[in-house]
């Protein structure tokens, strides 16, 4: 038996490395997961990231995890791999272009996988992103059903009214009143 | 490990604690609701593969890959080792990123404000693909300790910083390696958010002879351990 080797922070200096298309190299993976020919609903997700000061994070990752639009996890069979990756800016926004996830019955309503990286976080932070035009779905979510109504919101998207392809918007709280549900997996 | 096996928990007793006061930036951006139990599923338990990203051996020559006109300069250094998991199996095409301050401290980065110069040959980032063993190699420059605003001289220990994928997301694990014997680990508040000594060790590599090659680089190996498969099943 080996012991896990323990996490260390992101540190403020990782964006020449991770996320550097600034830097005119290729990323691993980046902001835009999906186009026009992805099979799904093209769709976008814009967030932020505060503090417990509610102050923005301007040095924050997320890094997103996520089904296909029918419900089945990217296996690098074909062109849509799922993950992506962005920094957040000097507002602490961030966005993903890709499509909305698909639900299976065992994987509970349709949803995206965060994970929260930051100068100050010693360990990341696993979130969910959920769509609140999924309301159905939502309410036989065995996950969001263990958690609050006053935290489950946090975990959920929210459609915003305009036209065209439907944006999402996402505030992550790393912490205070308003903290985003952080889950240990 | 077989596919979406369920995984053992973070080891807490491992990995730092959230809120660190004497990390003055854990302050406002340490969580403190506790973290709320996720039974793992396939959402957990699978993750991105990268074979399709045409990593190449030149992506893990941090001392060749941002040359324009001449050499990285500084003390070249070989860093290798295993990814494995808690069983001890290895992980193997699995995505490991580096990336670092180069021989005088100073990071590639607008933010970076420390009075060092820069090095048009090196960018201090590296990426590489595990082999069928689990094995990894970055060929480097030995990075300088630097300077940062948390308490007064403080320095961070000379580091490279780690970025892991397993195959599961859950896996995921952004870490740094230490060298040994550096002064300033006994110094430094974020090596010491691990409470744990023997712990904080698995973070420090090792001098390696066998990593060592003749008149050109000193070696350093550097394990790296992601959870495993439970041992034993769940009664349910
Ligand atoms: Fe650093």
């Keep these: ?8 922070t992101v540190g403020p200096f990782f964006s020449h490395a991770l996320t550097p298309s600034w830097n005119g190299r290729p990323p691993i993976a980046g902001t835009q997961l999906a186009d026009e020919r992805t099979p799904g609903t093209l769709i976008r997700i814009e967030g932020r990231v505060l503090d417990g000061a509610g102050d923005p994070v301007t040095d924050a990752l997320v890094e997103i995890w996520q089904a296909r639009h029918d419900g089945a996890y990217p296996d690098g069979s074909d062109t849509f791999y799922g993950f992506g990756r962005a920094s957040t800016d000097a507002e602490g926004r961030f966005w993903f272009q890709t499509v909305k996830p698909g639900a ?8 995206v996988n965060a994970a929260v990286f930051a100068r ?3 360990n990341h932070a696993f979130t969910r992103i959920y769509f609140s035009d999924e309301q159905a779905e939502n309410s036989r979510d065995p996950v969001l059903a263990s958690i609050g109504p006053a935290r489950r919101k946090s975990l959920v998207a929210s459609l915003r009214d305009s ?6 918007d996402f505030e992550i709280c790393l912490q205070g009143v308003h903290e985003t549900v952080f889950f240990d997996a | 490990m077989t596919a979406n096996q369920i995984l053992n ?7 730092p604690r959230q809120a660190h006061p004497d990390y003055k930036s854990t302050l406002l951006r340490s969580q403190q609701h506790p973290l709320v139990p996720l039974p793992q599923s396939l959402s957990e338990l699978t993750g991105p593969v990268f074979g399709h990203c045409g990593l190449t051996g030149q992506d893990a020559d941090l001392t060749r890959n941002a040359v324009r006109d001449g050499e990285a300069i500084g003390e070249r250094i070989i860093v290798a080792g295993r990814l494995i998991d808690e069983s001890g199996r290895a992980v193997p095409n699995a995505l490991i990123e580096v990336w670092q301050a180069n021989a005088a401290g100073r990071y590639v980065h607008s933010q970076d404000q420390h009075e060092a ?3 048009p040959n090196f960018l201090g980032t590296g990426r590489a693909l595990t082999d069928s063993a689990g094995r990894y190699r970055f060929t480097t420059i030995r990075p300088g300790a630097y300077p940062w605003r948390n308490h007064p001289n403080a320095w961070r220990p000379a580091h490279i910083h780690f970025s892991v994928f397993g195959t599961a997301f859950i896996q995921r694990l952004v870490t740094q390696m230490y060298f040994p014997g550096d002064p300033l680990l006994a ?3 974020i090596f010491n958010a691990t409470a744990d000594a023997a712990a904080r060790q698995r973070l420090v590599a090792g001098y390696s002879t066998e990593l060592t090659e003749p008149e050109w680089a ?5 394990d790296i351990v992601l959870r495993g498969p439970q041992a034993t099943p769940l009664e349910s």
């Design chain 1, 1 to 8: 038996m080996s012991s896990q080797t323990p996490s260390q």
């Design chain 1, 104 to 111: 299976l019955p065992e994987n509970g309503a349709p949803h």
């Design chain 1, 120 to 122: 100050g976080m010693l």
């Design chain 1, 163 to 168: 036209a065209g392809p439907p944006v999402y």
């Design chain 2, 9 to 15: 928990p973070r080891d807490w007793s491992s990995h």
């Design chain 2, 117 to 119: 110069p820069l090095d």
């Design chain 2, 187 to 189: 110094l430094d508040p």
């Design chain 2, 218 to 222: 000193l070696g350093f190996e550097f």
